[in-house]
């Protein structure tokens, strides 16, 4: 049975037998195209759209069965972490390794929740430790530089316990400065978003981030349907990463958001919805796209496709006022053509299709340094000075007659 994140799909309708063979519709929440628009506009635009289809005769509201709460990953990944520690002190360093790999897995995954670098760079820290113990010498400095570069300018908590380790990781330092830098290209559906790149900011996407330190980065952004999504980025000596920042999630919704999203409908997105369609059992599936228009505000382009065919059918676009004042009478118009026509509402849809026509041009690739300055080593305190004279002779004992 296919698992539907219910933050990325509203569904609405009922049974065939409910009410007279009522149509049932789902509707995947709007995509908004850039990240320069009103505050969850595309949210907002689907929760109105959601209003006026509950309201209009022979669509009728169904919504899918709970799922259970997902675990507490994040608690997962720290308690492997303190079971890792256990096992360092307990000198089972295979054990505390195997630990370790899980936590680094499940904070990899948290990646987007992480503001910050310093907790994972702990953990990297820990894992060098670990594999020093062991003879793993070149794993243990990847994971240390690891760690240096998902927190620049901090020493791990680690180095505190141990001069001999702190005395590592000021020679690893020493060798990630000497070598080239690399640089990390962000690309992102929709385009505009503003972009952080270990806690700092650089500019918004498209945007090419140059003189970046080779090693393990964080980044982090927050997409205009208020999603949070980022994850890590690894940089070689030299070389250029890319990022293609688009709505998280998977499975055939993710699919179909992360097209409309980059402002496209083409094969692969609509079989997409087809599947995300017949899952459902939904005899109409609804999607689209909310743009900027300097005329009018906002502009919803939408399609509609019965799920047994690869057939999508534009509907008429909509134009809306930004803070969608007018929205009611505007999209009540759409949902009642979805009420009467059912799949044959609107107009053919040749693929590939453009959902949104921009009035904007496509926007330019920026350039930006690496944000994080880091500070010198702080300079080792200066020797007590040399005596400037000879001691005195010490006085010979007094002996008693």
Same mark, same amino acid.
Request: proline share 10%; hydrophobic share 45%; charged share 20%.
């Given at each position: 049975?296919?698992? @539907?994140?219910?933050?990325?799909?509203?569904?609405?309708?009922?049974?065939?037998?409910?009410? /007279?063979?009522?149509?049932?519709?789902?509707?995947? *929440? &709007?995509?908004?195209? !850039? /990240?320069?628009?009103?505050?969850?506009?595309?949210?907002?635009?689907?929760?109105?759209?959601?209003?006026? &289809?509950?309201?209009?005769?022979?669509?009728?509201?169904?919504? %899918?069965?709970?799922?259970?709460?997902?675990?507490?990953?994040?608690? +997962?990944?720290?308690?492997?972490?303190?079971?890792?520690?256990?096992?360092? #002190?307990?000198?089972?360093?295979?054990?505390?390794?195997?630990?370790?790999?899980?936590?680094?897995?499940?904070?990899?995954?948290?990646?987007?929740?992480?503001?910050?670098?310093?907790?994972?760079?702990? =953990?990297?820290?820990?894992?060098?430790? &670990?594999?020093?113990?062991?003879?793993?010498?070149?794993?243990?400095?990847?994971?240390?530089?690891?760690?240096?570069?998902?927190?620049?300018?901090?020493?791990?908590?680690?180095?505190?316990?141990?001069?001999?380790?702190?005395?590592?990781?000021?020679?690893?330092?020493?060798?990630?400065?000497?070598?080239?830098?690399?640089?990390?290209?962000?690309?992102?559906?929709?385009?505009?978003?503003? =972009?952080? +790149?270990?806690?700092?900011?650089?500019?918004?996407?498209?945007?090419?981030?140059?003189?970046?330190?080779?090693?393990?980065?964080?980044?982090?952004? =927050?997409?205009?349907?208020?999603?949070?999504?980022? /994850?890590?980025?690894?940089?070689?000596?030299?070389?250029?990463?890319?990022?293609?920042?688009? %709505?998280?999630?998977?499975?055939?919704?993710?699919?179909? !958001?992360?097209? @409309?999203?980059?402002?496209?409908?083409?094969?692969?997105?609509?079989?997409?919805?087809?599947?995300?369609?017949?899952?459902?059992?939904?005899?109409? +599936?609804?999607?689209?796209?909310?743009?900027?228009?300097?005329?009018?505000?906002?502009?919803?382009?939408?399609? =509609?496709?019965?799920?047994?065919?690869?057939?999508?059918?534009?509907?008429?676009?909509?134009?809306?006022?930004?803070?969608? +004042?007018?929205?009611? *009478?505007?999209?009540?118009?759409?949902? !009642?053509?979805?009420?009467? #026509?059912?799949?044959?509402? /609107?107009?053919?849809?040749?693929?590939?299709?453009?959902?949104?026509?921009?009035?904007?041009?496509?926007?330019?690739?920026?350039?930006?340094?690496? *944000?994080?300055?880091?500070?010198?080593?702080?300079?080792?305190?200066?020797?007590?000075?040399?005596?400037?004279?000879? %001691?005195?002779? %010490?006085?010979?004992?007094?002996?008693? *007659?």
């Amino acid at each position: 049975m296919m698992r @539907l994140a219910l933050p990325l799909l509203l569904l609405l309708g009922a049974t065939a037998g409910a009410q /007279g063979g009522a149509r049932r519709v789902a509707v995947v *929440p &709007i995509q908004a195209l !850039s /990240g320069d628009m009103t505050s969850r506009s595309g949210p907002r635009l689907t929760e109105r759209l959601m209003s006026e &289809i509950r309201g209009t005769g022979g669509l009728l509201l169904v919504t %899918p069965p709970l799922d259970e709460p997902p675990p507490d990953r994040l608690a +997962l990944a720290r308690a492997a972490v303190k079971t890792a520690e256990a096992q360092r #002190q307990q000198r089972d360093f295979a054990g505390a390794e195997r630990s370790l790999d899980k936590a680094l897995e499940d904070f990899a995954a948290l990646a987007a929740s992480l503001s910050q670098g310093q907790e994972l760079a702990d =953990v990297y820290a820990l894992r060098a430790a &670990i594999l020093y113990a062991q003879g793993k010498d070149e794993e243990a400095s990847r994971a240390l530089m690891f760690a240096l570069t998902l927190a620049p300018g901090r020493t791990p908590s680690l180095a505190a316990t141990s001069p001999l380790f702190a005395q590592t990781v000021s020679r690893v330092r020493a060798a990630l400065r000497e070598q080239p830098r690399g640089s990390i290209r962000f690309a992102s559906a929709p385009s505009g978003v503003a =972009v952080t +790149l270990d806690g700092q900011p650089v500019e918004t996407a498209p945007v090419r981030v140059t003189g970046v330190p080779p090693g393990l980065h964080l980044w982090r952004t =927050v997409l205009p349907s208020g999603e949070v999504t980022g /994850g890590l980025v690894e940089v070689a000596s030299g070389r250029e990463a890319v990022v293609t920042i688009q %709505p998280p999630g998977e499975g055939p919704s993710a699919v179909l !958001s992360a097209a @409309l999203a980059g402002n496209r409908l083409d094969t692969a997105a609509v079989d997409a919805a087809g599947a995300l369609g017949r899952a459902l059992g939904a005899d109409l +599936l609804l999607f689209g796209t909310v743009s900027l228009s300097e005329k009018t505000g906002l502009v919803f382009d939408s399609f =509609v496709l019965a799920p047994d065919t690869r057939s999508p059918r534009r509907l008429p676009r909509v134009t809306l006022d930004a803070e969608l +004042l007018d929205a009611g *009478p505007r999209l009540r118009g759409l949902t !009642s053509a979805l009420a009467s #026509q059912g799949a044959q509402a /609107g107009e053919p849809a040749a693929l590939p299709a453009v959902p949104a026509s921009q009035e904007k041009p496509e926007p330019r690739l920026l350039q930006t340094e690496y *944000p994080v300055v880091e500070r010198p080593d702080a300079p080792a305190p200066p020797a007590a000075p040399a005596p400037s004279r000879t %001691p005195l002779t %010490p006085r010979k004992p007094l002996v008693r *007659p």
